[in-house]
């Protein structure tokens, strides 16, 4: 009988362990509109691994996110922007986030992570895309933040309104990521001052500086690619807990 007790004592902690809710919650999913490609940011909470497949039949792109709480909208959200037709999710399994960009064709895509999510960017019909690789991780290591601009100045990405407030999707060239930012989120050495609805006003130690969404033109690496310039950002629906059922696959 001591002998079953002190294998009861080893053996609960693992199977504690096994039973613990997911560290990660995926939160968020916003279309951003650009000239030559589509791009679906997921807000995470911290960095997670995924694995990620295009399938067809209708072509889609799934993507499952480990030791993660899905927490964003049941309801499959429409989406008008070639090439992209829908996006939906739900907690496929337990400690399984998926999510699924519903395609009209297949297309060319890149996955980028930074501190907020994963960018996904899908190509326009006769669009193409570049990368730029991140910084070499060690095995098993999240990947590092990738940028796609060179720009020495922050750039505006775009600029959304949720939980109605509004946010500006911003580059920051001295972390060298594009953040959500809102009014009084610091930026370099200045702070967000006020958005509109196609600009950002930064107070810096220098003056106030004014960030059109028009005039930020990213480059994209390596050359000739096209630049993506930024179009607008349609915010997706507010969160309404997670899916009872997976998605369709």
Same mark, same amino acid.
């Given at each position: ?42 807000? @995470?909470? +911290?960095?997670?691994? /995924?694995?990620? %497949? ?5 072509? #889609?792109? =799934? *993507?499952?996110? $480990? ?35 519903? @395609?009209? +064709?297949?297309?060319? /895509?890149?996955? %980028? ?5 994963? #960018?996904? =960017? *899908?190509?326009? $019909? ?35 309104? @949720? ?57 994209? @690496? ?28």
């Amino acid at each position: 009988m001591l002998l079953a007790l002190l294998l009861a004592l080893v053996a609960w902690p693992a199977t504690a362990r096994g039973q613990a809710e997911p560290s990660i919650e995926l939160t968020e999913a916003t279309i951003v509109e650009r000239d030559e490609a589509i791009e679906v940011w997921v807000r @995470l909470s +911290r960095p997670a691994k /995924y694995q990620g %497949e295009l399938m067809d039949g209708p072509w #889609r792109l =799934v *993507l499952d996110f $480990e030791d993660t709480a899905y927490r964003w909208t049941a309801r499959p959200f429409p989406v008008s922007a070639d090439p992209v037709r829908e996006l939906r999710g739900s907690q496929f399994r337990k400690g399984v986030a998926r999510l699924v960009i519903e @395609l009209r +064709r297949k297309v060319t /895509y890149v996955v %980028e992570q930074d501190r907020e999510g994963l #960018r996904i =960017v *899908l190509a326009r $019909e006769g669009g193409g895309i570049a990368a730029v690789p991140g910084p070499t991780a060690a095995p098993g290591a999240a990947p590092g933040p990738v940028s796609r601009t060179t720009s020495k100045e922050p750039v505006v990405y775009g600029i959304v309104r @949720l939980d109605d407030n509004v946010h500006a999707y911003i580059f920051d060239p001295a972390s060298r990521q594009v953040r959500r930012y809102a009014v009084g989120d610091a930026v370099g050495s200045g702070f967000v001052e006020t958005i509109g609805e196609r600009s950002v006003v930064l107070r810096t130690p220098s003056g106030r500086v004014e960030l059109r969404v028009d005039e930020a033109k990213p480059d994209v @690496l390596p050359a000739p690619p096209p630049t993506l310039t930024p179009r607008g950002v349609r915010p997706a629906p507010a969160p309404a807990g997670p899916s009872p059922s997976p998605p369709r696959s």
